[in-house]
């Protein structure tokens, strides 16, 4: 194992939330109940696909030109900007910070594979940016996940073969894309939702080096 390419909002830390808050806000204005259960059918795919999900729910694909489908996503990524100006190094999820340094430290390379433009905004919040040695623009990419493009452009930015790296995920659609990059999957949550997975641990304080290595080798 030479690399990791980290999923952000789920493993790193709790951006679902955030964007949850923001869609319900944004539903409420066009008229589409956005609730929990929704919410997780948006998980990990862009922005402008979650806007088109929320459309179809409210049988309202025709409504708006693309100029206001523009408008409409700006207007909840300002809402959840505002909410993520508040993050701060407590909003990493369990064990990663202790993992990244262990991965520096042991001299792996680290890289984001985040579906989200906020990225690098969050990871500076959260104070682990320098940790990273290279960040996945997702606005470059012809095709999200579960297409393997973001792992694949994520091993190429680090110069490192997609075998010798590993990925950890906690969308299904994540995991896949992982899995047709060619790398070890480790993923985050059900392991019965997450069965493509090289490897499932429930939660993020699990995610150890050694589980990490041994996921690679296996
Ligand atoms: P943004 P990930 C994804 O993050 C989120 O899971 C998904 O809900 C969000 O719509 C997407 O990022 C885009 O985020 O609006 O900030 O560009 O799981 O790929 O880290
Ligand atoms: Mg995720």
Redesign the pocket.
Known sequence: MKAVLF?????ITD??HY?YKAWRWLGEEIGVVVDEAFNEE??????SE?LEKILEKGNLTTKYTQTEKNELTTK??DV?QKMIEEMTPNDLLPGIQELLLDLKEKQLKIGLA??????PFILAKLNIADLFDTIVD?TTLKAG?PAPDIFIQGAKQLAIAPVDCVGVE??IA?VSAICAANMAAVGVGDAVQLKEATKVVPTTDLLTYPLLEKTWQD
């Open positions: 999923d952000l909002d789920g493993v951006t679902a964007h948006l998980k990990g795919i862009s922005r979650s909840k990524n959840y985040s579906a989200s433009q906020n990225g997702p996940k906690d969308a994540g």
